[in-house]
C-alpha cells in the first residue's frame, strides 16, 4: 500500500511536465480566406498574426467565427485550430478537417468548446489533395448547419 503510495504521488507530480503543448513551429504558409464555392473572400481576408499564425472571420450558418490556426500545411502535419463564435446561435457541434470538401480521406474532428470558445488539433492527411483546405462544419442547435474554408497554400 505505501509503495503503491509513493509511486502515484511521483506519477502526480511528474506528470504535468511532460505534458507541454508547446512544439517547434514549421515555416509560415501562405493561407487565403475562401469562400465554400471556391471564390476569394474579399470581405474577410486572413491576416497574419505571427509568421505561422493567421487569423480569420468566416460566416457559417448564420454565425460569425474568429478562425486562428497555427501551423504549416505538409502530409501529415497537425495545425493548432482556435475557434471563438462572435454572434449567432449556439453551435451544437463543429467539426474541422483538412482536405478537401467531401473530407474523403481526411480525419474529421469534433473541436473541444468551452462556450463560444473552441479548440482542435487538424490533422492533414498523409496525401494531400490538391488545393487543400481548412475545412469548418457547424450545426447548430436549431438544426440548422454549414460549412466553410480557408484555403490553405503548401
Same mark, same amino acid.
Given at each position: 500500500?505505501?509503495?503503491? $503510495?509513493?509511486?502515484? $504521488? $511521483? ?16 515555416? $509560415? ?15 474577410? @481576408? ?6 505561422? @499564425? ?75 489533395? @490538391? ?24
Amino acid at each position: 500500500m505505501r509503495n503503491t $503510495t509513493i509511486i502515484l $504521488t $511521483t506519477i502526480s507530480i511528474l506528470l504535468p511536465i511532460g505534458c507541454g503543448t508547446e512544439s517547434p513551429e514549421p515555416p $509560415t504558409q501562405d493561407v487565403k480566406a475562401v469562400t465554400p464555392a471556391g471564390a476569394i473572400d474579399n470581405a474577410h @481576408e486572413a491576416v497574419a498574426t505571427s509568421p505561422s @499564425e493567421v487569423t480569420k472571420t468566416l460566416a457559417i450558418a448564420g454565425n460569425t467565427f474568429r478562425v486562428l490556426v497555427k501551423g504549416s500545411l505538409t502530409p501529415n502535419a497537425v495545425l493548432d485550430v482556435s475557434i471563438v463564435q462572435s454572434t449567432g446561435t449556439p453551435a451544437a457541434a463543429i467539426r474541422v478537417w483538412i482536405g478537401d470538401e467531401s473530407g474523403v480521406g481526411s480525419l474529421k474532428i469534433k473541436v473541444h468548446s468551452h462556450g463560444t470558445s473552441s479548440h482542435a488539433h487538424a490533422k492533414a492527411p498523409a496525401k494531400l489533395p @490538391e488545393n487543400s483546405a481548412l475545412w469548418i462544419e457547424v450545426q447548430n442547435v436549431d438544426g440548422t448547419s454549414g460549412s466553410g474554408s480557408i484555403q490553405l497554400v503548401s
